[in-house]
């Protein structure tokens, strides 16, 4: 898997300023049917079968019934899909019952875990938790009421940097790597999932908010292959995620 190139997260929380017991820590396990490796049960995706063998991705992980967890990136799922891997490992899993899996099933994930993670961002934003534009956000930084910080995929280096340092001041954390993190979304996509203009830069005000979008953007970044305990995806010095197919 890729290792973006930032810092270490100390608690887990995407992106934010560390408080308290991680959502890794806090969350159970689960067992990837493809490796036999146990992970938090928020770094896997689940795939959800219903009662006559359709395997779909269930980006929620809150479909009914039975259900199987996979804890690769979306390349490995594709070459499981392909050499029948994945099959195998399901009708072991659920004794042979009849199973029908898509080609385009890494695909479906992918779309599956990105809606997820926008759906999210739109329902804090409707909340009230959420602080859009360079000088609102930068306000919003300095006073210390910013949480979470985050900048589309094309988002430049300039505004990345300008606001995680007045992030730094509001938390009177100068000299440390408290910074953003580069989303593996564009800001058209942004636009789109946000119902505005031009979104580039975007930040939550509320810790629970920055909780609920971690879990999504966490399932999202460890299909898309990178390290969950480096999943800041990209500095916000300007190191992009390769968003391409996205």
């Known amino acids: 898997m890729r290792n973006p190139h930032n810092d270490t997260l100390s608690s887990d929380r995407i992106g934010s300023k560390p408080a308290g017991t991680s959502v890794k820590e806090a969350q159970p396990e689960r067992k990837c049917v493809l490796t036999g490796r146990h992970d938090a049960r928020g770094e896997l995706v689940r795939l959800a079968i219903s009662p ?137 996509a942004l636009s789109v999932a946000l119902g505005r203009d031009n979104v580039v830069h975007l930040a939550l005000t509320d810790a629970a908010a920055a909780e609920r979008v971690a879990v999504p953007l966490r399932r999202l970044l460890h299909f898309l292959g990178f390290e969950p305990d480096t999943a800041h995806a990209a500095s916000a010095a300007g190191e992009d995620i390769d968003t391409k197919g996205m």
Do not use: Y
């Open 52 to 188: 006559t063998g359709d395997v779909l991705p269930d980006a929620l992980a809150r479909a009914p019934g039975r259900g199987a967890w996979i804890g690769v990136a979306e390349a490995e799922l594709a070459a499981a899909v392909a050499n029948g891997k994945l099959r195998g490992a399901l009708a072991r899993a659920f004794k042979g019952a009849p199973l029908t899996i898509p080609a385009d099933l890494p695909e479906r994930t992918r779309a599956a875990l990105t809606r997820a993670l926008t759906d999210r961002l739109g329902i804090e934003l409707r909340a009230g938790n959420m602080l859009l534009g360079t000088e609102k956000i930068a306000q919003g930084a300095r006073a210390g009421a910013v949480v979470w910080l985050a900048h589309a995929s094309d988002a430049g280096t300039d505004g990345p940097n300008k606001l995680a340092q007045a992030w730094r001041v509001g938390e009177e954390a100068e000299g440390t790597g408290l910074k953003g993190i580069i989303l593996p979304l564009d800001r058209a």
